[in-house]
């Protein structure tokens, strides 16, 4: 156990909280310290909730001392995705349009992590409703990237992979639509899961693209990043896509890692042109791991993977465009009244207010989904999109008959500058090209890392995907694979980030 215990990873610290030898108060507010010292520098927080959090670990503690018996990760703090809702906490989505907003209930997967005693240390910042690879999007700023504070930590989840990545959180929420959690995970040196739609509830997630949203765990561990599967998911009544089953053996399979025998399939697809060079050898050195490991490893052909973009860029805007109807000024949220207008009709108001309240992106892709899904293009559009995401889901069922899982470089490249493709929102949306897939099918997938590129010492991440339902195969390959690559750099690769803090390594402090 790290005397410093930010450093501790939450299954260190929650052995440590149940052997009674730290309480859930001093965790907590050792992270708060480590916020106060260094968020300033990576903004990874959007609200923090230094009362709450405290309250609720004095609470924890109390019940272990009252020898009630606590879930696994009773007593260690976690930070969550602002776009789930909190009552009493501000939820903005990082939007203007949800400035102020104080939800009246808790998103499910809030309600379980309270029930499972976890302390909510705060919101953490995202593109805005959860649209963007870098959190450049956010309307209150971008978060930086602990490795490169002149670098983005991925988005749209950039809040919760740079809060992990700077000791502001042993935990973190977040949320898959498109890539979400893995990409952040990728360029920060950290891990992250998109369960199998449907495995963990939606239910209080502000929608971004319903048939895609997925919550799950963000850790920087694959140990750590499944205790949390385990509490985040299972079923709810409250969500109708939720599935009606126990949660995958997330925890047993990490903690009994192993590939022996499994069939591993490189998709031909993700890797080729476009990746970094950097990116691509630690990807190609993680798959001979996994041979000596014990693993058979083939290549697999998913010819329909290429049009996987396209198709994405057309369902997701078409199902944005209808959630983010409900933002009409009238009912919750910002209302901004036209200049100049004497009693504005509805229309008007409604107007001025997504004028205002919206971002360049967000508008974006109302207007592409609108039109995609208006009458006379719907059926070229958005019905083609819909073909071609029928064929992705039959190129993973082919893939799966003959592999157990996929692996392919989680993101093209590692983290870039902040600004480099904010006026290019195609070479954005392409840092997404390896993720999108499973969402389109509503596969389980997981980023972990795979070491640091040669040409800029950044993180690339190394993605895992498993058939639906399969999650548990994620962890026995992602922990017997960190072990591997633990032991190839002799220990975590997230141990060679620069100290935040110590101003020498903060460029530009
Ligand atoms: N970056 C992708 C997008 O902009 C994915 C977003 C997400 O997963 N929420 O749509």
Redesign the pocket.
């Known amino acids: 156990m790290p005397t410093d215990l930010t450093r501790a990873t939450a299954s260190a610290l929650a052995d440590a909280l149940a052997a009674g030898t730290v309480s859930s108060v001093e965790v907590t507010q050792a992270h708060l310290d480590r916020i106060a010292a260094v968020d300033g520098q990576v903004h990874s927080y959007l609200h923090v909730d230094t009362e709450g959090a405290i309250g609720q670990a004095r609470a924890v503690d109390e019940r272990r001392r009252a020898g009630e018996s606590l879930g696994a990760l009773a007593g260690v703090p976690i930070a969550v995705k602002d776009v789930m809702t909190t009552t009493g906490l501000p939820t903005t989505c990082g939007s203007k349009m949800l400035e102020g907003w104080v939800p009246p209930y808790d998103a499910t997967v809030v309600t379980k992590l309270r029930e499972a005693g976890l302390p909510i240390l705060g919101k953490t910042n995202m ?1 805005e409703f ?4 870098s959190t450049e999007h956010s309307a209150y700023g971008p978060s930086r990237n602990p490795w490169d504070l002149e670098r983005i930590p991925g ?2 989840g950039g809040g919760s992979s740079s809060v992990l990545a700077s000791f502001q959180a042993p935990l973190a929420t977040g ?7 893995r ?1 952040p995970a990728a360029v920060t040196a950290t891990v992250g899961t998109k369960p199998t739609y449907g495995g963990v509830s939606r239910y209080g997630l502000v929608a ?1 693209a319903s048939s895609l949203d997925q919550a799950g765990p963000c850790g920087r561990t694959v140990l750590d990043t499944a205790l949390l599967h385990a509490v985040m998911g299972g079923h709810d009544p409250m969500d109708s896509t939720s599935i009606e089953a126990p949660v995958p053996p997330v925890v047993e399979a990490a903690r009994n890692a192993d590939v022996k025998g499994m069939r591993i399939g490189v998709v031909k697809e993700l890797g080729g042109e476009g990746y970094q060079p950097g990116v691509r050898a630690r990807f190609d050195e993680s798959v001979v791991l996994l041979e000596e490991l014990g693993a058979e490893v083939v290549e697999v052909s998913c010819p329909n993977f290429d049009y996987a973009l396209a198709a ?1 860029y057309l369902i ?1 805007p078409s199902e944005a465009s209808s959630n983010l109807a409900k933002f009409d000024a009238m009912r919750y949220g910002l209302r901004v009244l036209p200049d100049g207008v004497d009693d504005p009709s509805a229309e008007q108001v409604m107007a001025a207010t997504r004028d205002a309240g919206f971002g360049p992106e967000v508008k974006r892709r109302i207007i592409l989904g609108t039109y995609a899904l208006s009458s006379g293009y719907y059926d070229a559009y958005y019905g083609s999109a819909q073909k071609v995401r029928a064929l992705i889901a039959r190129d993973f069922n082919n893939a799966y008959e003959k592999v157990d899982v996929l692996v392919s470089p989680t993101a093209p490249t590692t983290a870039f500058r902040l600004g480099d493709k904010l006026e290019d929102p195609m070479a ?2 392409l ?2 090209i390896a993720t999108i897939p499973a ?1 389109l099918a509503g596969v389980p997938g997981m980023s972990i890392p795979s070491g640091l590129a040669d040409e800029d010492g950044l993180p690339a991440g190394i993605q895992i995907l498993a058939p639906a339902t399969k999650d548990e195969r994620l962890y026995s390959v992602g922990a017997a694979l960190e072990a591997a690559l633990v032991d190839r750099w002799g220990g975590p690769i997230l141990d060679r980030a620069p100290v935040l803090g110590d101003t020498a390594a903060v460029k530009g402090a």
């Open positions: 593109d959860a649209m963007g690879s988005g749209s949320t898959d639509t498109g890539g979400s959690i990409q971004l994405y997701l954005m949306y840092n997404d969402n």
